[in-house]
């Protein structure tokens, strides 16, 4: 007799579902970036992505002027070797205030760091290399034709392309931006964004006193933890609280939202239980590319699109939600804001110092606990219990041990790879 199942994480391999590389190419192969942008003033641009290219219409710097405090002198006037010359000192060159006259040969002038350099010079000398007696200085050999110079557009000239399009903008562009004398830049505005968990048995903070006999209901925890996460990017986040087990409600909430959300992020009711109604509804609404992955944890997830909106339904367990967050939908929302950057999140080897049961066919997230340790050798040991229900593994954590679709079990003394959560949240 025959018996139709459905896929389960039991299974050995888990047939029916794909693999995150697959998951991942199918996400990004689906989300665009979203359109429109504002002007903003740089002061408020880091953290922003850039909505057109940059160009510099000046030099950076925009004169030649002095790196260090000393003396300019032309070149010509340093000794050969084992000599020394002397200089007569004819005037000062502060930052915003220039020297005036032509320096000749066997005159200096005393320069301070950022000065314009003077007419007749072409180096510096520092300070604490010139012998100064009675407006002259003394200098000998040591010195080279050009130095201690910032020449005019050494960094940037008229008509470079100094930031492309798609460029998340770090402390250091601001300033970049600004010594080019630009005020204010294009940004892809920020992406709407509406977060809620489901669930019947899930309450809001508030809702049920701590010490509450009543074991029915749980404080919901992921909508904060995802709030958080989003909070590093420019997001407008629409909180929708809790939704109750029912498709009713469900619908309504969906189409409310997809009217002016560009993604959607659910928690919970993406399994196969009688009470989870997020892929049904998502069905129903609009259409589902896939809701099955090879992942532990994370498997259930649902991902598709209601209207214009793209939608995101996640596990219930928090952890699920962590892990589903780093590696599905964070490179999905890094597309949808428009960047184009490779935000850098290093993976590499570690050994273990732990015991790992892993079933070939699915990649696993194990949380982990990253040391240095002897030679340069960095070592890794599980927090613990990794049960996708226990969010303390994630707190006690600092990277992930990532056990690739093929790899087995791991034993102590085996090299794994891992991933730092630097850079993931």
Request: hydrophobic residues 40%; proline residues 6%.
């Amino acid at each position: 007799m025959h018996v139709n199942i459905q896929p389960n994480c039991t299974d050995t391999p888990e047939f029916g579902t794909l693999s995150v590389n697959q998951a991942l190419e199918m996400i990004l192969k689906t989300v665009h970036p979203i359109s429109g942008y504002q002007m903003l003033p740089i002061q408020e641009c880091c953290g922003r992505v850039l909505f057109e290219n940059i160009y510099s219409t000046g030099f950076v710097p925009p004169f030649t002027n002095s790196a260090m405090d000393g003396y300019a002198i032309h070149s010509a006037d340093l000794p050969a070797p084992d000599q020394v010359s002397k200089l007569a000192i004819i005037g000062t060159a502060v930052a915003g205030q220039a020297f005036s006259g032509q320096v000749n040969r066997g005159e200096a002038v005393r320069i301070m760091t950022g000065a314009a350099i003077p007419d007749g010079t072409d180096t510096v000398i520092i300070q604490e290399h010139a012998e100064f007696d009675n407006q002259s200085i003394t200098i000998d050999a040591r010195h080279k034709p050009g130095q201690n110079i910032r020449l005019a557009g050494e960094d940037i000239k008229p008509g470079d392309c100094v930031h492309v399009s798609g460029r998340l903008c770090t402390p250091a562009d601001i300033g970049i931006i600004a010594s080019m004398g630009i005020a204010e830049v294009p940004v892809y505005r920020p992406l709407r964004v509406a977060v809620f968990s489901t669930g019947s048995e899930v309450c809001d903070l508030g809702q049920k006193p701590v010490d509450s006999a009543d074991q029915s209901l749980i404080f919901d925890s992921n909508r904060y933890s995802l709030c958080a996460a989003l909070k590093a990017y420019p997001v407008e986040l629409m909180d929708m609280g809790i939704i109750p087990d029912d498709p009713d409600q469900l619908k309504a909430a969906f189409l409310d939202v997809s009217q002016t959300a560009d993604l959607i992020i659910t928690s919970g009711g993406v399994s196969v239980g009688e009470a989870d109604y997020t892929k049904q509804v998502l069905s129903e609404l609009g259409s589902v590319d896939f809701w099955t992955v090879a992942m532990k944890p994370g498997r259930p997830i649902a991902f598709g699109n209601i209207n214009s909106a793209i939608l995101f339904g996640l596990p219930g367990n928090p952890v699920a939600v962590m892990v589903t967050w780093c590696f599905l939908l964070k490179p999905a929302v890094e597309k949808m804001l428009g960047i184009t950057d490779q935000l850098i999140s290093p993976r590499f080897l570690a050994t273990s110092l732990s015991n790992i049961r892993k079933r070939k066919g699915r990649t696993e997230f194990q949380r982990g606990i990253l040391k240095p340790g002897e030679n340069g050798q960095w070592t890794v040991q599980t927090t613990g219990k990794q049960g996708s229900g226990i969010l303390t593994s994630m707190s006690l954590a600092n990277a992930f041990i990532v056990l690739q679709h093929e790899e087995g079990n791991v034993e102590v003394g085996d090299e794994v790879l891992v991933q730092p959560f630097s850079g993931l949240f």
